[in-house]
């Protein structure tokens, strides 16, 4: 690799490994988004997120974020239930994230903070009021438009 190659942000970004998760935006009767805030002793602890996480291999975007919606909230959905709204892509310093944003209408069960400090419902308006991480940044503003 020349040492331009290895100065260009381009080349380096590309080198990182890549890391899909899944995100999604339940939303409530009154059109509020459930945001969920990160516990003490994991990366950006203390800022609120759209609820998910990683894709096991093997496993479909769906099917990821139906397990960890169980896993973390407490809460069942189907497939069919889950609709495609947006994405994210966002370099961080170790790995690039890609992060499908997935929108819930109809779930079962209360959703409880099993993996989480708290539980917010929000209107989209107000989710720039939250300390979130950057990658969910981006997916706010479609979430406003939907809602």
Same mark, same amino acid.
């Given at each position: ?17 890549? $890391? ?8 409530? %009767? ?24 990683? $894709?096991?291999?093997?496993?479909? #975007? ?17 497939? @069919?239930?889950?609709? #495609?709204?947006?994405? @994210? =892509?966002?370099? +961080? ?8 944003? +997935? ?18 419902? $929000? ?7 939250? =300390?979130?991480?950057? %990658? ?5 503003? #479609? ?5």
């Amino acid at each position: 690799m020349t040492d331009s190659a290895m100065t260009d942000p381009a080349i380096t970004d590309s080198a990182k490994k890549l $890391v899909l998760v899944v995100a999604c935006a339940l939303v409530d %009767a009154d059109r509020r988004v459930l945001i969920a805030q990160r516990p003490e002793g994991k990366a950006m602890a203390g800022l609120w997120e759209f609820p998910g996480g990683k $894709v096991e291999p093997g496993e479909t #975007p769906e099917e990821a974020l139906i397990r960890e919606l169980r896993e973390e909230l407490g809460v069942d959905t189907k497939t @069919a239930c889950l609709a #495609p709204l947006s994405f @994210a =892509s966002h370099s +961080y310093e170790n790995f690039h994230l890609l992060m499908p944003l +997935y929108v819930c209408r109809r779930w079962q069960g209360l959703p409880q903070p099993r993996e989480h400090v708290a539980l917010k419902w $929000v209107r989209p308006q107000r989710l720039r009021e939250f =300390s979130m991480p950057e %990658a969910d940044l981006p997916l706010i503003a #479609p979430l406003c438009d939907l809602l």
